[in-house]
């Protein structure tokens, strides 16, 4: 790959760079302690996502560099499923590096190929829904082009349950504060109402309508829950949800 240059670490082995298109050098890892750094990568995304002591978690890394973060992570984890996005760089890696160690590791895998294809190898992955997600921030700037929406697609799903997270304490102590109305007549007659049967969440987020060809051809043969901000929309469309959620009740939900 043009433009990649090896150096020595201060405190440790070498580590790689690359010229930006804006001329500057940047590096894929800490010039001064590469080990160390991806220590700290490995330990934050462990204890961010609370199975440190159970010690079988399943990590995504978006990422490879010069496989400092791999061996970091599979040290201290299950599984380590690697995307690699940029072959070239790979490439450059292994023609520099003996990476041996990581390429056939039993608890290392990788996935690669075209977009389409690493998408599908992704989902077919068992604990790909439940792994943790690790981006390796540097290489975010080598991503092609051609990749790029299976990045920022995998992205989105990080923020998404980096803010879960944020929320989990709110939503833990609405289901205590609520205990005694969910065993309240009304409530619980609508318990197990999805047996067997599709659920589909409409929110209010900008993609409702690109999304109403596809509640069209789920309806009503599914469960249909809407947040009260969208409900009167799904109504004007033709579509009447089953519940209709609202945290906060203006007269319009009402």
């Not at 803010?163 to 609405?174: F, K, Q, S």
């Not at 947040?227 to 009402?254: K, M, Q």
Request: charged residues 20%; contains cysteine.
């Amino acid at each position: 790959m043009a433009g990649i240059t090896w150096a020595a670490s201060r405190r440790g082995p070498e580590t790689m760079a690359w010229t930006a298109a804006d001329g500057r050098r940047r590096w894929i890892h800490s010039s001064i302690d590469p080990i160390g750094e991806a220590q700290k990568v490995a330990a934050s995304a462990i204890m961010t996502n609370d199975c440190a002591g159970a010690g079988a978690c399943n990590v995504v890394l978006v990422g490879h560099g010069a496989g400092h973060v791999i061996r970091a992570l599979a040290e201290r984890v299950e599984t380590v499923c690697v995307i690699a996005a940029n072959l070239p760089l790979l490439r450059a890696v292994c023609d520099h590096l003996d990476v041996s160690d990581i390429l056939n590791h039993p608890k290392i895998f990788w996935i690669y190929g075209s977009p389409a294809e690493m998408r599908r190898r992704l989902s077919e992955l068992p604990a790909s829904r439940q792994a943790t997600l690790v981006i390796h921030p540097p290489f975010l700037d080598l991503v092609p082009p051609a990749c790029a929406d299976l990045i920022d697609a995998i992205r989105q799903i990080q923020i998404g349950r980096d803010t879960e997270d944020l929320l989990r304490p709110v939503a833990e102590d609405n289901l205590r504060q609520n205990l005694s109305a969910l065993a309240s007549p009304g409530v619980a007659r609508i318990f197990g109402a999805a047996n067997g049967r599709p659920v589909i969440v409409a929110g209010a987020g900008p993609t409702l309508d690109e999304g109403l060809s596809t509640i069209r051809r789920l309806y009503p043969a599914s469960i249909l829950v809407a947040v009260d901000t969208v409900a009167e929309g799904l109504v004007n469309a033709e579509i009447v949800p089953d519940f209709v959620v609202s945290v906060d009740p203006r007269p319009e939900s009402i």
